[in-house]
Each structure stands twice: as C-alpha cells, then as structure tokens.
C-alpha cells in the first residue's frame, strides 16, 4: 500500500488539537500539516454532534475561548448566570477553523474528518499512521512529527453491567444522548442514570425536566456523589475567574508547581500556615455543601435518599468529580423528583435493574454519566510503554515496573516534606488502580522519543488558556528549542509529579495528569522554560496579576521574535528566519476581532513582518 508523506501529523481536532496546530503553522507556514479526526466535525467534547440543547459550558464567556478571536456573546435566552449553551462552543470552533490560514488553506482544508486512526508505529525514525478514511478506504500516512491531541473524553467509559443481554431497553452513554430520542419518546418514562459527577447530574436534572421518573444510582464501592458549585451571577463570575486565577491564590493550594519561596514555606510547612489553609477549605467547603440543604430537605428528601449526595470528601481534595450547577433550581428539583441510591448492581433482569440491597429499580433505559478513557487506543503495549502513557499495569514491563516504583517512594519522601499536610488527607475511597500513570515531561513530553508530543492529556480547568501554552511548548519541543534537562533530572521530575498528583489528588491523582488548581502556575512553567517573560508582571503585581488572555498574543510574538519562523517548504529539512516573521492569519472580523493581536497584525494572508524589537509592539493597546 502506498503511504502518503506529511511534515507532521496531528491526532484530534478538539481544543487542544485546533490550537496546537494553529501555533505550529504559524512557526511553520508552509509546512505539510494534517489533522485525522474521527468525527464529521471538530471540537471533541464540544462537537456538534454531541452537544444537545441543554448542555452547558462550565467557565463564564470570555474565558472559554481562543485570545485570538473572542465569541459573540450568545442570545440571553442560551445564558444560565455566566454559563452558555455548548452549542456555541461547537459554532465557535467551527468558524476558528474556517478564519485560520496559512499558506493560502484554512485549518478546515487540512482536517480529514471521519478518519479513524487504527495503528500508530514508529520504524525508522518515522511515524506511520494507519485508519480508514470517510470512504472506508484504508489508508497510510507517514510523517517525521507527531503531535497527539486525541482527548480524554472520546471513548466512553462503558460499565459492564451483569445480565445486561437480558435487559431489553436502551443503555446510552453520555456521549450519545444529545443523539438519542430519550427525552422525545413518551414510552421511555422510567429512567435510571448510573454516574455520580457532573454528566451524570445534568442526565438527571434533563430527564426531570421532561417528564420522566428518573433514579440515580451511584455505586457504593466509589469516591462517592460529586460535589456541585454553585453558578455565580455573570458580573461575580468574572471575578471569581480572575482572583481564582492569581498566582497568589495559588499558593493556598500545596501544588508542586508554587516556587519554594518563603511565603510557600510559611503556608506549607509551619503550623500556623497549615492551620490557616485547613480552615480556608473547610469554609470553602461548607459553603459549597450548604448550597444543598442536606439536613433540612424534610421526610420526603430523606425517604428519596436525597442525603446519599452528600459529598464524601472535601472539595479542595478532588477525589471525586466536580462541576458548576448551571441549571435552575438543581438540587430542589433533585430532591422533589429523584430516587437516589448509593448502591451496587446485582443484575439486569427485563427491564429492570436488581441491586445488592434486594432492591428492584424498574428501567425503561439506563443512561451512563459514567465518564471516559483516554484515547490512545491505536499505540500497542511495547509504544504505550515506550511513550509513558496510561496502559493496562499487567502488560507492563516488570523491570520498568520496579524502577518507577523505586523512583516514585523516594518522591513521595520529597512531597511530604515539603507539603506535610498531605501527609494526613480526609478518609475516602480509592478506586483499584488498573493502569499505570501517565509519564510525561511537562505532562506533554516522553522522555525517550523527542518526535512526538502528547497535548490536552491533563485535567484542568479551561482548555483555551491549556491548549495554547501547550502548543507553543510542544512547538519549542518538537523544533529542539527547548533546552531539556539531562535524562536522568527529568524522569525524576515526571516520579515526582506522579508522587504528588497522588498525594494532592487521591484517587483522581493516581492516573498522573490532575491539575485541577495548578493552571496557572503549571503554564507559567512552560513559558518560563522557554524563556518567555511577556506573561510576567513587576514584582509584586506578579503576584497579583489575573490570567488574561490578551498575555498570549504577546508570548506568540515574543516565542516568534526569539526563535523565528520556518522557511522551509512542505517535506524539506527546515531552516529558521529569525530576520522576519510570518504571523499566520485568523481572518479580521469586525464582529468577531474588536481587539488587534499578533495575528490582526498580518492584514493580508502571507504578510512578512520585520522582527519587532519589544513585544509591546505587536500589542499596541500596551499589557
């Protein structure tokens, strides 16, 4: 079969894929670039054949976007306080795609979508790439680069339920449901959704909400129900964006990536700092568990097992999973309408659903917010192994096995000395640990293979701001221009990670790639080792400063200004410009760019720029 030749291949079109690409192109204008995606259309989670109308956002319009092209501000009607319809994420990102050109095509124009990647080898220094394509031809493509941005909500994390050939009616994954006819069908009154976090909640407040009888089951052997925010108002939300977001609240956190200053000894080290950090969540999380009224919902909510929602470990832990409540009424709608138990399955029977209690739940479908894996499913074992990236624990190699084992105890010593309040966490569950961690330098780099970089493989809590500090990151990577430490310093930086994600984040942390509170201070990492310096402020006001995202047009220039763009045609060796700049265009829109940026500068597609002496440059309204 003959193989088609690209620059560099890129796996997935969601957020993280669109944005990587995006940068890589505009360091590389002419290169041969293409995205495979699996679905018709791009987005990932957001695509728009999985959002449904009442599927909502979790961060306030104007965070949850590109800093290239703002939104347009949906109708009210799609708004609930700062939180929108995902519909318009899915609009957004497919007009982003049609607006991003270099070299004369559109990001569109490189996507091959309905292309579903079978097999990913490396022989000889180059990576094959083999799927079949829309037509149900199968394919080959080779390329010297790669970048993986396949997601971690792609492939569905499918309960297998006893006795469920005898069941008779629909089981639906939440990835299915905006497709399916539940809600519309009169026949399906009974529902029971199985899930305890954030999709599972929005399954059960949607059914509700359309007449139906709905139970929710969460298993008993688990980290317990999710613990749901309340959605602030529009105006309070942005605030609530930006101080959450200062480097100085992040300190209230003990996250790896706070510098070892004495502020961070003082909070994290000294009795008082942990005293003050232990009562700043309990107040945090008693606020939030308020929220529900637990203990005063009367008989009715108590004989519903409305109290089995009571979260089982504090917020600040994130052992379980978490999100916005962006629907009115939420928990008086749950606790009037739903039958909550907190039990295990027993068996399927026709249509219905026996649990280890004796209890029979009558079901005319089961709807599973029962999450995700990650999408990594065409590397086999040996490459899975070889990048570090999650696998089944009993293909792994045993001497490698022992090694990180060795490795990740001596970290674990390092953690809890300098984070002693890990050393105590709140009783919980852990769930059995089935496959490794991730291993990733920087979450995004294996330490043995500098051809590939893995993106949007983190959990964290805006992808716009993640996707593209990752893309410049893995950018510098892939050109060799970052500077990485010796072998031997970064696979004992990746043991630590592991060590404290596991610590911070229990059993959400065991998988190696939890951030839930480190955005901020985890993206300034990757700038600063890439030395760039035009997200930073002076002094003091550094610490004070809230994430914006006008800082990333001006580290793009800046990455631009110090490392210069690609010359080099598709398939030939590369050579760097650093005499002039080609700043790759998003199409200026008067109603979409109020704002210029590095990209608004190149007016007419294939622009060269001379080389600006100071960032402020590209960025005329100043920082």
């Known amino acids: 079969m003959e193989s088609e030749k690209v620059d560099i291949a890129v796996i997935g079109a969601g957020i993280s894929g669109i944005a990587a690409a995006k940068f890589y192109l505009d360091v590389h204008p002419n290169c041969n670039l293409v995205i495979l995606e699996k679905d018709r259309s791009v987005g990932g989670v957001w695509n728009a054949e999985r959002v449904y109308d009442t599927f909502y956002t979790q961060s306030p319009l104007g965070t949850w976007e590109y800093s290239d092209m703002p939104m347009q501000e949906p109708p009210k009607e799609d708004m609930y306080e700062a939180s929108f319809k995902a519909k318009h994420t899915s609009h957004y990102l497919e007009t982003y795609i049609d607006r991003s050109v270099h070299a004369g095509k559109t990001l569109r124009e490189r996507i091959e979508f309905n292309f579903d990647v079978h097999k990913i080898t490396k022989v000889d220094e180059e990576w094959t790439i083999s799927g079949q394509d829309k037509t149900g031809k199968t394919r080959t493509l080779k390329s010297s680069k790669l970048i993986v941005a396949s997601g971690l909500t792609s492939v569905p994390n499918m309960p297998n339920l006893p006795g469920q050939e005898r069941f008779g009616n629909p ?75 200062l480097r100085i609240v992040a300190t209230l956190t003990p996250s790896l990536f706070n510098a070892d200053s004495w502020w961070n000894r003082l909070l994290q080290r000294s009795w008082i700092g942990r005293r003050l950090l232990t009562n700043t969540w309990k107040k945090l999380d008693k606020d939030i568990v308020a929220e529900a009224r637990f203990d005063n919902r009367g008989e009715e909510a108590k004989s519903k097992g409305f109290e089995e929602l009571r979260p089982h470990t504090p917020f600040i832990w994130q052992n379980q999973g978490a999100g916005l409540i962006n ?105 059995p640990i089935k496959t490794t961690p991730y291993r ?63 610590r911070r984040y229990l059993s959400n942390g065991d998988r190696g790639h ?63 410009d650093t005499e002039r700049v080609y700043v790759g265009n998003v199409y200026p829109s008067s109603e979409l760019l109020p704002f210029p940026d590095s990209h608004e500068i190149a007016k007419a597609h294939g622009d060269l720029l001379p080389v600006r002496k100071t960032v402020d440059e590209y960025w005329p309204l100043g920082r």
């Not at 059960?204 to 980290?223: F, H, N, P």
């Not at 990048?387 to 001497?399: K, T």
């Open 171 to 245: 089981i639906i994954h939440q990835k299915d449901f905006g497709r399916s006819d539940v809600l519309s069908t009169s026949a399906l009154k009974r529902i029971t959704v199985l899930g305890a976090a954030k999709s599972a909640a929005d399954l059960v407040y949607d059914c509700v909400e359309a007449g139906k009888a709905v139970t929710w089951l969460i298993r008993r052997a688990s980290t317990g129900p999710g613990v749901f925010v309340p959605s602030p108002s529009r105006k309070s939300a942005s605030a609530a964006y930006s101080i959450g977001t």
């Open 440 to 502: 990733l330098y920087n979450n995004i780099a294996p330490l043995l293979d500098r051809s590939v970089a893995i993106v949007g493989h983190v959990l964290t809590a805006n992808y716009f701001h993640l996707s593209e500090c990752q893309a410049i990151w893995a950018t510098a990577y892939l050109d060799g221009k970052v500077d990485l430490p010796p072998l031997e310093e970064r696979t004992r930086d990746v043991a630590l990670f592991i060590a404290w994600c596991r």
């Open 514 to 576: 939890w951030m839930a509170s480190e955005q901020r201070t985890y993206t300034d990492r990757l700038m600063d080792q890439l030395g760039l310096a035009s997200h930073r402020r002076f002094w003091l006001w550094d610490s004070f400063a809230p994430m914006n995202k006008k800082d990333l047009p001006r580290l793009r220039a800046e990455y631009i200004d110090k490392y210069g763009r690609s010359i080099a045609g598709p398939n030939h060796s590369e050579k760097f």
């Open 327 to 431: 629907r009115p009424h939420f928990w008086d709608t749950v606790a009037k309408n739903v039958q909550v138990y907190h039990e295990d399955i027993e068996t399927l029977d026709r249509g219905v659903i026996r649990l280890k209690n004796e209890q029979a739940v009558p079901a005319d479908a089961i709807l599973c917010g029962t999450g995700w894996i990650p999408s990594l499913g065409f590397f086999d074992h040996d490459q899975l192994a070889k990048l570090g990236l999650p696998q089944p624990i009993g293909s792994y190699p045993s001497a490698q096995a022992e090694t990180w084992k060795q490795l990740e105890e001596e970290a674990d010593r390092t953690v809890l000395d300098r984070f002693p309040i890990l050393v105590t966490p709140p009783e919980h569950y852990r769930e």
